[in-house]
């Protein structure tokens, strides 16, 4: 990497420590991460304010006429009662205004706290950051091929995430770890991102019971009133598209909402399948889907963080696989963003989606059409920005490192360009002249060093050179490098107090549960 | 392909021919090609409007103070000097505003003429069309590797170009035919792209008496009479950045031009060597650069058509190597679009560009970054966009087919987002209700088949059956398909007229020219 830096002196502790702490972290090692990109560049704003305007009056009709359903959740419809929409069973009809109404208790932006505080990341605004996947139960690597997830394989992912300089979340389930029971993953997997990085990580949200775990977990590691002020997780709470809000995912917003904890409400859309095959009609949905489930965190805790999500892929009508890197999943993306900056919410959408088997071509050609799409579509919080592949059912070592790599490029361009005199290299166009060139000359010694963004995985060698070193593809670079990052891990420092309590609350938790379904 | 169709009736001839010509055009297959892209997305406008006035300002700057330089061309100089410009030896000194005003002359669209009228395309304003590859003395392909390019495999890329849907222009150098004597290689590429496909061309360029042969050849195919009032090729002149036009292209720019015929004026620039390593300094040199030459164009014939061109590639600064795909050619071909349209002209740039050795991943993120910069760029004429690898050396049978694919998604999103009362789909978001699916409802059925872009080439199979059927990465199936469309290619009808003329031409300009420099 040759990114590894002392940083002894420069990290504060996010909790207080003994000397035992303090001299872990003076010898710890810490690797180079990007901080939060504060955007320069426009958006591509695709759909006119007319038709911004007649999605969100028909979004307003969906939830009034139609209404939305909360299955199993006597809780949720007595709020809803309390707050004037009109219960009829399970379905919630939510007067015209009412959803936006409650949504305005909203922050437009928030901080996600890290341990290591200079890991922590802006959501909202201009700004954007990048997750890795999430939730696939496959992994594959070049050596090993397809096979289910580990609890070694996760461990692994985050260790490669800790280490990607432009990503700047450890995520959430990168991977399930199948070889733990299905109700003690979450332990395993946030012990893994508390301890094994120092980057800002994403709460369990199948269980509420896992949810609360998370919270006394994260109180551990940051302290009780820290948590209780401040957002330290960011969780996926997907919406049961159409207009469907489980009890299972709505049981998990309410402990985490009311933890003050941030959830990301996001509308699971396969076009085609679980919305109308047509950009309009999908956003309608996404948008009526989008006012509810904000607006019920807002009734369980207002002021609660929450992010607009949009998960959108096309769907093949010849095969019904969902399909990646479309043109309409893009229409879609930037309409969605368009509607979440109208509602002054952060947004979360986009990744390095493809439907590739491999990481080949088709995947490089599809997760570049979807970080493109979501870096213009002006995404905040960017979840599957590295490592996806096969439609997000695999998670690839060579794809993570591959997309890792990419983000360097999103992280340069939107740094926007700059226009000062030093930018203008007048003088170095007159030192040059007609006919001469630029390589020697004084601007570019003084500038060539951040210049240009360069890759640390792509091949830039001559062909004679790269024949010689073995022809090696993009998959077999990666391959390389995923081993040489390993190589070179360094676990962050942690107060060896909390990690005792972290550990010792980890294994409270296995032994009162039995192992359910594994 | 699917797309094979007969279009008996459905086209006009350019020109008379006998009873023969008609009966080989009833009998004649042809396949779709879609129309130019009338593009109704914005373009991603990165720069400010202080910024580009700076820009101008520099840029005027340098053609007064530094100059551009015409070495070698005595009748340049003079046209100069009439103009008005203070010419110093070779160098001209060009006054503030008025290169410029010269420009203005220019077209700001025009229309590139087919021989088969339905595949003439509009150059300007919000068109976008795409031409393949361009000059890579190497080909490629899975079975017989890296190796020279000879005529046989230049009929081969025209044959995949005339049966691609997405691509618009047959091209010019498709490859370098190095089989063939070099001052004889244009007759033989040009008798390709005027037999073997029915798409607009582009005319030779590194000598001014092949240009000329163009311009005949295709008075034979066009009729003298329409050729001297429309634009039947779109030629390439580079200018040798920084700031230097030399005697060869100006001499086949002059050609051209005074033939009524289009030209792009291109600075080559691989940023650091030949422009500055700033992007704002790059886009000055750019600027002042198109705009010398086409200024110049306009001194040999008011009004001929011409294209503000950018070939823009950033360095790496380790090797020396051109690198492609990166954010920072992103924002200079972003900025150099802006700049375009404020000079009325339509605009050259991107393409499906990647330094990668193999259509591997490296490639598809590379292309797919350069496809999507130039459709947000507003590019109008889009060269390379497909079968480009390893910086441009090689012309890759696998990765014009991918490109090609691609091509459509950019046709489908630039065709932007309807708002109409289907596609609002309100009825079906009603029909399917909370927890229902859209598969069958009565809106999906009614628009399934236009709904969502489908590759032709790309895997959208399930994991199992991709297995059982061999596994098989991007570039094997892109060779699979290669095979399967040479298969099928039937040759687009020629009036046998023309084609003997055309044959007599070529061959009389063989018997007079001595093999040069093979």
Not at 329 to 356: E, K, Y
Request: with cysteine; proline share 5%; net charge negative.
């Amino acid at each position: 990497m040759g990114e590894a830096a002392a940083t002894d002196g420069k990290r504060r502790r996010a909790r207080g420590g003994g000397g035992a702490a303090r001299r872990a972290e003076r010898t710890a090692t810490s690797f180079d991460t990007a901080p939060t990109i504060r955007r320069r560049t426009p958006t591509l704003d695709i759909l006119s304010e007319e038709t911004l305007a007649l999605i969100e009056a028909n979004a307003e009709t969906v939830l009034e006429e139609i209404g939305v359903s909360f299955p199993e959740n006597p809780g949720a419809l007595a709020r809803w009662r309390e707050a004037g929409a009109d219960v009829r069973g399970e379905r919630v009809h939510i007067p015209k205004g009412l959803a936006r109404k409650l949504c305005e208790a909203a922050p437009s932006n928030f901080t996600h706290h890290a341990r290591n505080p200079e890991r922590s990341v802006e959501i909202g605004g201009n700004n954007l950051v990048f997750a890795p996947v999430y939730g696939p139960p496959f992994v594959r690597d070049l050596d090993g091929g397809r096979r289910y997830g580990t609890i070694e394989d996760f461990r692994t992912f985050v260790k490669l995430g800790y280490m990607s300089k432009w990503l700047h979340l450890s995520g959430g389930t990168v991977c399930e770890p199948t070889d733990v029971p299905v109700n003690k993953r979450h332990l395993d997997m946030l012990m893994a991102h508390m301890t094994l990085s120092d980057k800002p990580y994403m709460g369990a949200v199948t269980d509420k019971d896992w949810a609360k775990d998370c919270v006394s977990m994260s109180k551990v590691l940051f302290g009780d009133a820290f948590v209780d002020q401040n957002a330290v997780m960011t969780s996926l709470i997907n919406i049961n598209s159409p207009l469907t809000f489980d009890s299972v995912m709505m049981g998990t917003l309410e402990v985490y909402a009311a933890a003050n904890q941030a959830c990301i409400i996001s509308p699971f859309i396969v076009g085609g399948a679980m919305a109308p095959v047509s950009v309009v009609g999908t956003l309608t949905q996404v948008l009526a889907e989008v006012m509810a489930g904000v607006a019920y965190s807002q009734l369980v805790r207002p002021g609660a963080p929450v992010i607009f999500g949009a998960f959108v892929t096309s769907i093949d009508m010849n095969s019904g696989a969902p399909t990646f890197g479309t043109p309409e999943a893009s229409q879609i993306t930037m309409g969605a963003g368009q509607l979440a900056r109208r509602m002054g919410l952060p947004f979360r959408s986009a990744g390095g989606f493809t439907g590739a088997k491999l990481p080949d071509a088709q995947a490089g050609y599809e997760s570049a059409n979807s970080l493109q799409m979501g870096m213009n579509a002006g995404v905040n919080f960017m979840l599957h920005a590295c490592g996806w592949l096969e439609g997000g059912l695999v998670a690839s070592f060579e794809k993570f490192v591959m997309d890792a790599d990419q983000l360097g490029t999103i992280h340069k361009f939107a740094a926007g360009v700059p226009d000062d005199e030093n930018a203008q290299a007048m003088d170095a166009i007159r030192e040059v002249g007609p006919g001469g060139h630029y390589l020697g000359c004084a601007h570019t010694q003084a500038n060539f060093k951040t210049a240009f963004w360069r890759s640390e995985l792509l091949d830039y060698k001559p062909f004679e050179t790269w024949s010689e070193e073995g022809a090696r593809d993009t998959a077999v670079l990666a391959a390389e490098k995923v081993r040489s990052m390993l190589s070179k891990y360094v676990e962050p420092a942690i107060d060896p107090g909390i990690r005792e309590a972290l550990n010792a609350f980890v294994a409270k938790r296995k032994e009162e549960m039995p192992d359910a379904y594994t």
